[in-house]
């Protein structure tokens, strides 16, 4: 039993790293590039480096972090090869997710998608970047319950999470919530109306909108990508 209840404890400890670190990642608190010591946020949650050591891997694994041997722990930076390779998958699966989506879509899913889209609205009025994001998350997520492929979104989430830094800077820096919004407004429109093809055409639509936000950032911040030869 105690050691049972030790490696909860254990586990709690990794997750809370974890999550903190996860947060402050992905809303650029700690930017590409940023350096992270496994003694100082040890030190901080008052835990032992183990837990702090195991969240590094996780977050590692996640291509948010860079972890090498005898150099600093550092926030990892974009790599453009690792961005085509996510977007390549999410776009592929995203298609015929849409496509089910709109066969599938009933009243039901057409009042989920009108709420979401009004709660997006209200974080755009709200300012509210952060908030903004979730709910993007949340959008494609009903759009996989609507499909009823709801396994898919676990393999978009993991897809999505690899780029969700540089679209949160892209819409920090560009102020561009609203024409986010009207993308999953056509999406949306095309879903309820049954119309796969327009459906799948307004999504290629919203993620190409990443290409825009690449070359903006490159241009401004260069440092946060990786060199041709990391």
């Known amino acids: 039993?105690?050691?049972?209840?030790?490696?909860n404890e254990r586990r709690t400890s990794v997750d809370d790293v974890f999550d903190n670190l996860h947060e402050q990642i992905v809303t650029l608190k700690l930017k590409p590039g940023d350096r992270?010591?496994?003694a100082e946020i040890a030190a901080q949650f008052g835990v032992s480096r183990q837990p702090v050591r195991d969240a590094f891997s996780r977050l590692a694994n996640l291509d948010l972090l860079l972890i090498r041997p005898q150099r600093a722990t550092e926030v990892r930076r974009f790599s453009l090869r690792q961005i085509e390779k996510a977007r390549f998958i999410r776009a592929a699966i995203e298609k015929e997710v849409l496509r089910r989506a709109a066969a599938h879509c009933d009243s039901a899913g057409a009042a989920q998608l009108s709420d979401a889209l009004a709660q997006q609205k209200a974080a755009?009025?709200?300012k509210d970047v952060e908030r903004f994001g979730k709910l993007d998350y949340a959008f494609h997520e009903i759009l996989c319950d609507i499909a009823h492929v709801d396994y898919a979104f676990d393999v978009i989430l993991e897809e999505k999470a690899k780029v969700d830094r540089l679209c949160m800077l892209g819409i920090e820096k560009e102020q561009r919530m609203p024409e986010l919004i009207e993308d999953h407004k056509a999406i949306a429109d095309a879903i309820i109306s049954h119309d796969a093809e327009a459906a799948i055409a307004a999504g290629q639509k919203h993620l190409s909108r990443l290409d825009g936000t690449i070359a903006r950032i490159t241009a401004?911040?260069?440092n946060y990508f990786e060199s041709a030869s990391s």
């Open 124 to 126: 755009v009025a709200a």
């Open 220 to 222: 401004t911040n260069a």
């Open 36 to 38: 992270i010591s496994e």
């Open 1 to 7: 039993m105690v050691q049972s209840i030790a490696q």
